[in-house]
């Protein structure tokens, strides 16, 4: 019966990654202007608030976040363009644009267990982004494009879990799974060149399972490969736990010419990266 | 507890002062052991500094020199959305090549390479711990410590590698900033002001002295500066002190100067020093003590307080330059060998990549003048050599700076091509010729070299040489 089912599910794959776009989901628009503004050399507050303002569930959202105690607000943060003053307009836009991505490619209108698996994968792509982040940092390189490579690096999962359930409701979550585990990585790049994400979020979604084989962008993708292992680690989900021994063990680990004291730096940071991850959620 | 292995020289680092060192250790006949904390070899000059910032300098350059070759037919914009690693997509594979290149170097000559985290324990050994764990130890009859530097991080300055980075973090920022802050006014900073300079960022270059890399000669910088602030909106802001920087939060990092100015850009880029990479190393196991500014003493062979072990490169301070370490490297190992070592470090170049590069040999005009007294200075600017005026190059001079009879005490470039015209110079130095060598020879035309006639025809007129006999008449 499951691999019949599976069976059904390859040419809904198929149609996928033959670029029908529209079976794919768009980058949300909000999201995508962000990520424009972020590149706009005339920008400012006002004009990121006016564009987040056109969705009020994402502009309560932000706002709420905005006020939890992991920004440590003070005082309450009553208006965008205040939390935006306040947060830094960085780290709006990156808020903004991972609430967006989870509103449009995270969401589940299924089951409930198919909702709890797609906030399982929520959870762990903010994870990554937020482990990519502290990795970076640690390695002394720029802390910008981390968190995007992380949050963007198995994009493909959410799409390909959604496009299942919806044409096949009927099949029960391990066979949505497996379809999803078989396709996501190749259906992911094709998201990611039709959003035209950038380069170096291209090459972490394509190498990060397969570190050693990247052709360029490499020391995104290895932070991004050990940022997900982290991620596995710190906000465990199904049968993918790994253990501190596991990862003090990792290769990529001698590819990032990460020494045991900074990995043990690194492991300290789980506390940290799940209060913002539950903060995000 | 693993057995000690015994070399002649166990070199920690493998930057240029240490690649230096165990090649000629090696050649000579000895065990060579180099010890390097990155993946690579090549120190952080190969990894996070000297090549990487070349590849986009070399895009930069390349980028304004079109401009300036079509006399602005031709010209380029940045798109704002264009990537900064764009700008570079050869980076990882010049590092990649080149990391490889020095590693065959050592395979050739028989040097042992270990991949690890060196720490003494004692005087004469060193443990080596790897990335993923395990150790060795190693015992040498002579130790070099060549373990290079980072950034420093002034206390003042809250750099988080987003909004404030240091030299390691600016190659891997995601977009071009439209402005940016450069505190410092060395080598790094002069670099880096004026390759984003060239890439259209309005640049702050913030400094406490007067001018900046104060140790080259005045002219050279004086032009540097005029070169620099000639682009819209780059300023060289001297005898400036930093109050405080803050990111406001919102858009830009606010930097409060001593006198009161407020500068606001996207981003700053910290590059007040270096610090030496010895915290791990506990030298003080063999012996030593690092000094107030994190950095080892050494005597003029390269010798610590401990006389087998010496340092060389980054971690012995200024000029901390790839040539200066080579330099360094190889003159301890000839001292450690008991070989005088062949040229003088005098006639060591420096090699400046800013737009346009600088470069220079031997004494400056001003320390000429406090050693000789009487000197005489020739100049060429590159707007009156041919090729000069057909790689639109104009903005460039050679000077040279010579005893009274003539001797070649210095030489000092600017332009593009310095860093490579300047070897003549260093030849002629080490060579002990006179300024006659450089007008008498005959150049390849048209080539910027031709500037070293011109310079020394002007040197030699002032000498009042006699007159050439007059040619003989005929009939």
Redesign the interface.
């Known amino acids: 019966m499951r691999s019949v089912v599976t069976d059904d599910l390859v040419p809904l794959c198929e149609r996928l990654l033959a670029g029908d776009e529209a079976e794919l989901p768009m980058l949300p628009t909000i999201a995508q202007e962000t990520l424009a503004l972020c590149q706009d050399e005339h920008v400012d507050a006002a004009r990121l608030s006016e564009v987040l303002h056109r969705d009020q569930g994402l502009a309560g959202h932000v706002l709420r976040v905005a006020n939890s105690p992991l920004y440590r607000p003070g005082v309450p943060i009553g208006s965008l363009q205040q939390a935006i003053s306040r947060l830094g307009f960085r780290a709006l836009s990156e808020l903004a644009v991972a609430v967006a991505v989870r509103g449009k490619v995270f969401a589940s209108e299924g089951a409930s267990s198919l909702a709890e698996h797609m906030a399982g994968l929520w959870r762990h792509a903010a994870a990554v982004g937020l482990f990519a982040q502290e990795i970076a940092r640690q390695r002394r390189r720029n802390v910008e494009s981390a968190f995007l490579c992380g949050l963007l690096h198995d994009v493909g999962r959410p799409v390909i879990l959604a496009a299942a359930a919806k044409e096949h409701p009927d099949a029960g979550l391990p066979v949505l799974v497996s379809a999803m585990d078989n396709y996501h990585n190749v259906v992911g790049l094709r998201l990611a060149e039709l959003w035209q994400l950038p380069p170096q979020v291209v090459a972490s979604a394509r190498w990060h399972h397969d570190w050693s084989q990247a052709d360029g962008h490499v020391e995104a993708v290895m932070t991004v490969a050990l940022a997900d292992r982290l991620a596995h680690w710190a906000v465990p989900s199904g049968d993918d736990a790994v253990t501190e021994d596991e990862l003090r063990q990792l290769p990529v680990l001698e590819g990032l010419n990460l020494y045991p004291d900074e990995m043990e730096a690194l492991l300290e940071r789980r506390e940290d990266v799940c209060e913002k991850v539950e903060v995000i959620s | 507890m693993t057995e000690a292995e015994r070399f002649d020289f166990v070199i920690v680092g493998s930057g240029p002062a240490g690649h230096a060192a165990a090649i000629i250790a090696a050649r000579a006949g000895h065990s060579v052991a180099v010890i390097e904390?990155?993946?690579g070899v090549g120190g952080a000059c190969v990894q996070r500094g000297t090549i990487p910032s070349k590849t986009l300098r070399e895009t930069a350059a390349y980028f304004a020199g079109l401009k300036a070759r079509s006399c602005g037919a031709l010209t380029a914009h940045i798109p704002?959305?264009v990537?900064l690693?764009?700008l570079m997509a050869r980076m990882?594979r010049v590092v990649e090549q080149h990391s490889a290149l020095n590693a065959n170097q050592f395979e050739q000559h028989g040097v042992v390479q270990i991949h690890g985290?060196a720490s003494f324990t004692g005087p004469r050994e060193v443990e080596v711990?790897g990335?993923?764990?395990g150790t060795r130890r190693l015992v040498g009859g002579t130790i070099l410590v060549a373990v290079g530097s980072?950034?420093r991080t002034p206390p003042n300055v809250p750099v988080?590698?987003?909004?404030v980075?240091?030299s390691?973090?600016?190659?891997?920022?995601?977009?071009l900033p439209?402005s940016l802050a450069i505190l410092g006014g060395g080598v790094i900073a002069a670099e880096y002001a004026s390759i984003f300079a060239a890439l259209g960022v309005e640049v702050a270059m913030i400094d406490r002295f007067p001018r900046p890399v104060g140790f080259l000669d005045q002219e050279l910088t004086d032009r540097f500066v005029a070169h620099f602030e000639a682009h819209e909106g780059c300023r060289f802001l001297g005898d400036r002190k930093v109050a405080h920087v803050q990111?406001?939060?919102?858009?830009y990092v606010v930097t409060q100067l001593d006198n009161g100015e407020i500068i606001r850009a996207d981003k700053m880029l910290c590059a007040q020093g270096r610090v030496g990479n010895i915290e791990s190393l506990q030298v003080e196991r063999a012996g030593l003590q690092a000094n107030d500014r994190g950095l080892l003493d050494v005597d003029e062979h390269g010798r610590t307080a401990v006389p087998h072990i010496y340092a060389c490169g980054d971690v012995i301070g200024a000029p901390a330059l790839a040539s200066s370490s080579r330099e360094q490297g190889r003159r301890a190992v000839y001292h450690a060998l008991g070989q005088a070592c062949p040229n003088p470090p005098e006639t060591t170049p420096i090699g400046i990549y800013t737009i346009p590069e600088m470069a220079a040999v031997g004494m400056t005009e001003e320390q000429a003048r406090a050693a000789h007294g009487d000197v005489r200075v020739g100049r060429a600017k590159f707007s009156e050599i041919a090729r000069g005026l057909i790689s639109a190059n104009t903005s460039g001079i050679l000077k040279l700076v010579t005893k009274t009879d003539g001797t070649l005490l210095g030489a000092h470039v600017l332009g593009e091509g310095a860093t490579e015209i300047i070897h003549l110079a260093q030849l002629a130095l080490q060579a002990g010729l006179g300024v006659r060598a450089f007008a008498d020879s005959v150049f390849n035309f048209p080539t910027l070299a031709e500037a070293y006639s011109v310079a020394a025809d002007e040197i030699v007129r002032e000498m009042a040489e006699p007159q050439l006999a007059a040619p003989a008449t005929v009939g």
């Open positions: 904390r990155d993946r704002p959305e990537q690693t764009t990882e985290r711990v990335v993923r764990g980072r950034p988080d590698h987003e909004h980075l240091d390691d973090s600016v190659l891997s920022a995601m977009y439209r990111w406001d939060g919102a858009a």
